[in-house]
């Protein structure tokens, strides 16, 4: 069994899939690396063919009907052996340093015996053209250096959030859980980093900033316009959140907290993009979005519509639309988020 399975999903990623590839492959024996082509039309099928037959055992290729990045990852969490898993989208990439690191903490947490349900680490947002990049750290949250749970934790600031670039999960939680993706559905990375933490009982967090996050190219799918041209599939992401986690019967208080305010930020989300689109069509959809809210469960919108954000984005009217867009860009500035 492999220490680390990392899956890269792939669709059309011949400019830049090689930069990831080798930033993970000094990961050495006890890695996989798991390059799923997702139907690509362009050279990713040769590619990966090619680090697989150069990589014998350390790199598998994975071929598929296009499937979208949730097929690619279900496909990763099928075939995967090793212990761990983590997921690198193919513009990415890992810090060398950083990833000794983990892979050191990975093997010591395996050695002792005591392996832990989920490990965090630091994220760096490469934003194209800005001079200084934001990090997303978790020291002030977190403990370091020990295993802890939910209880141990102190206080996620706003804007702080367990993301896809900063989780690694244990392998079989996420096959006990029963986490399965959408296919053809954007921003399912929500989904798999949402859906598995109640299920999560032990925590290690190493604090170095391991994953480097691209986000600049203007064909990206967090790409603002591109998002509100997707937004359908926001939504229902959105959605599938609120079904498969209930969270009234999370017992614990901090876990239960920390799963709204991510639910909360989600639906802010949701919510900021039909407003900024400005069409009547998705004025309409942000209604039906917050009806379907009350209609599923009425005690979550009441604290969804009735917090500071809700309130915010569901003033009435045009002045209060534009208050609306003015505190989510101040959040963007403050946080520093895409």
């Excluded at 090619?50 to 009907?65: F, G, L, M, S």
């Excluded at 990852?73 to 761990?84: F, M, P, Q, S």
């Excluded at 706003?158 to 859980?177: E, N």
Aim: neutral net charge; hydrophobic residues 40%; proline residues 2%.
């Amino acid at each position: 069994m492999k220490l680390l399975s990392v899956v890269i999903p792939c669709y059309n990623s011949q400019e830049y899939m090689r930069h990831c590839i080798e930033s993970l492959l000094p990961g050495g024996e006890c890695v996989e690396l798991l390059i799923v082509n997702d139907g690509s039309i362009d050279k990713t099928a040769e590619i990966a063919d090619e680090y697989a037959r150069k990589y014998p055992t350390i790199v598998r290729a994975i071929h598929q009907q296009n499937g979208g990045h949730g097929e690619a990852v279900n496909a990763g969490i099928r075939n995967a052996t090793g212990l761990y898993f983590k997921v690198v989208d193919s513009d990415d990439w890992v810090d060398s340093s950083a990833y000794e690191e983990i892979l050191r903490a990975l093997n010591k947490l395996t050695s002792a015996e005591t392996p832990v349900d989920m490990l965090i680490s630091n994220f760096v947002y490469e934003k194209e053209g800005a001079k200084n990049k934001k990090v997303m750290k978790y020291e002030n949250a977190l403990p370091e250096g020990t295993i802890f749970t939910w209880d141990d934790i102190k206080h996620f600031r706003k804007g702080q959030y367990i993301l896809m670039h900063s989780v690694i999960y244990r392998t079989q939680l996420l096959r006990d859980c029963g986490l399965e993706l959408p296919k053809h559905t954007f921003y399912v990375d929500n989904l798999f980093v949402y859906v598995p933490l109640e299920h999560v009982n032990k925590i290690y967090y190493v604090n170095v900033d391991f994953y480097r996050y691209f986000i600049g190219r203007g064909d990206q799918s967090v790409n603002e316009s591109v998002m509100i041209k997707r937004i359908d599939q926001q939504i229902k992401v959105n959605k599938l959140m609120i079904e498969r986690v209930q969270l009234e019967d999370i017992n614990n208080i901090k876990l239960r907290k920390y799963m709204f305010n991510y639910l909360e930020i989600v639906t802010v989300v949701s919510t900021i993009l039909l407003i900024r689109s400005g069409t009547t069509e998705n004025l309409e959809k942000k209604k039906e979005l917050w009806k379907y809210i009350k209609d599923t469960d009425l005690e979550l919108y009441n604290s969804l519509r009735y917090g500071f954000m809700g309130g915010i984005m569901n003033l009435p009217g045009q002045i209060g639309r534009s208050i609306a867009v003015g505190a989510y860009k101040i959040s963007q500035r403050l946080v520093g988020f895409n």
